[in-house]
């Protein structure tokens, strides 16, 4: 029901949505099918079974061995998918709206990758770099190196 509504989706040219992410949401579909949650197979469990305890164990399930923002956008489609069933009346409210999970704070990750990242200058490079660079212009490279400005 979900693919179908997306592959719809991908076909409308006025629809801000392409093949690509209907590719990508064919693959995370995929994935949460192979969930198992109390013995029961995700794709089998019939949605009055879909309780808050059960949610919160999908994530843990979706989370296991992936990065969390493949896990989080696993998770999106399936409660994209739960609000589709929502719409067109297969169940009263989406579940997924009382699940309780914690989001880590991933900014200090993000920021130790970025500064991996950028080109790194060694100060003996640095040196050498400004003993040939015009006087006036020595303490500009500097700054600029050392910032990690780039042009």
Not at 33 to 61: G, P
Request: proline residues 2%; glycine residues 4%.
């Amino acid at each position: 029901m979900f693919l179908a509504e997306q592959k719809a989706r991908a076909e409308n040219v006025d629809e801000k949505y392409g093949w690509a992410s209907y590719s990508n949401d064919q693959g995370h579909v995929a994935q949460i099918k192979k969930v198992v949650v109390d013995n029961i197979h995700l794709k089998t469990m019939k949605l009055s079974q879909l309780t808050k305890a059960r949610l919160e164990a999908t994530w843990a399930e979706l989370r296991r061995g992936v990065a969390f923002r493949t896990c989080d956008d696993r998770y999106q489609r399936f409660k994209s998918a739960l609000k589709l069933a929502v719409k067109r009346g297969y169940l009263k409210a989406n579940p997924c709206e009382f699940t309780e999970i914690l989001r880590p704070d991933l900014s200090e990750e993000r920021i130790l990758k970025t500064i991996a990242k950028v080109a790194k200058v060694s100060w003996d490079d640095l040196d050498l770099i400004a003993k040939n660079t015009p006087e006036k212009d020595r303490l500009k490279v500097i700054m600029t190196v050392q910032s990690g400005l780039r042009a």
